[in-house]
């Protein structure tokens, strides 16, 4: 076991995955001599050489159009964008083109590209680098959309993901990428890469999250526990597709639902989820179940980010509610 930050388990996937198919390329805007603006891909280029670890032009579109060429070549390109806010311009080639071409040539052509994203709030950044676009992606159909919350699923999942023959859109929750965990890069992966994680059990009420969210909640679920509420939270991992399955047996042995993301409440994934479980648990349920997430507005200054972003004591104020029914 070594310990590492979430950063430094990506970069450690990403080298083990180059150094085991010769197939593997990393594309980017200053993947290669900087190593990326987070660091991700430091020192990759210097022992990979450009060929492998490929600095690109300032256009996110390009980068995964010829990330798409070389799939069909038979390369697995993983692709950085550089943050979120700036994938919109690829939306149409990942969309229209990488999401649907298996389907559109009946089953012959994978696409096996990984476009890695850090996305999400909570390092005082400015305009347009502190999104949470997962939903435009979940929505698309022939598109895996998934998500690290730690340092060990980080290094497992994003190897996962350069293994499948999908394209993945792997969300990076870029204020994690200093949290530190041990990861044995030795172990086989724990999990499918589609599977929901029981992060921590408990009895009282179920608190479903997924990426930066997590350490959120194991907080809130710390301090709950001091009060005398057991909560059980469940990390998603993988929001398209969504393991349910895992969700509704929480729900079922807790009867009480919070789900939470940093993304706007309005139409986010906590829909989808609240929607199944209204569903399927409808008679173990023993109250509405309830949501905690952005406002809907467009991501605010970062002087007022912490008032938008949820925190330990939304959600507890949301398990107070649920708790109360």
Known sequence: MTTMTLGGALNAGLRRALEEDPK?????????????????????????????????????????GTAFGLALRGYR??????FDGFVYPAFDQIVSQVAKIHYRTRGHVHMPITIRLPYGGGIGAVEHHSESPEAYFAHTAGLRVV????????????????????????LEPKRRYWDRGEVDVDAPPELPLDRARIARAGSDATVVVYGPMLATALAAAEIAAGEGTSLEVVDLRS????????????????????????????????????????QH?????????????????????????????????????????????
Do not use: N, W
Request: net charge negative; hydrophobic share 45%.
């Open 77 to 82: 390109p993983v692709c950085e964008i550089q």
């Open 24 to 64: 593997v390329v990393v594309m980017g805007e200053d993947v290669g001599t900087l190593g990326g603006v987070f660091r991700i891909t430091d020192t990759l280029q210097k022992d990979f050489g450009p060929a492998r670890v490929i600095d690109t032009p300032l256009a996110e579109s390009g980068i995964v």
């Open 239 to 278: 929001l398209s597709p969504l393991d349910v399955g895992t969700v509704e047996d929480s729900v079922r042995r807790t009867g009480r639902l919070v789900i939470v993301h940093e993304a706007p409440v309005f139409l986010g994934l906590g829909a989808e989820i609240a929607a199944r479980v209204s």
């Open 147 to 170: 998500t690290p919350a730690a340092p060990a699923d980080a290094y497992t999942m994003l190897r996962q993901a350069i293994a499948l023959d999908d394209p993945v859109l792997f």
């Open 281 to 325: 648990c409808f008679y173990q349920l023993e109250a509405p179940v309830t949501r905690v997430g952005g406002f809907d507005i467009p991501y605010p200054p970062a002087r007022l980010e912490k008032y938008h972003l949820p925190d330990a004591d939304r959600i507890l104020a949301a398990v107070d509610e649920v708790l109360a029914s």
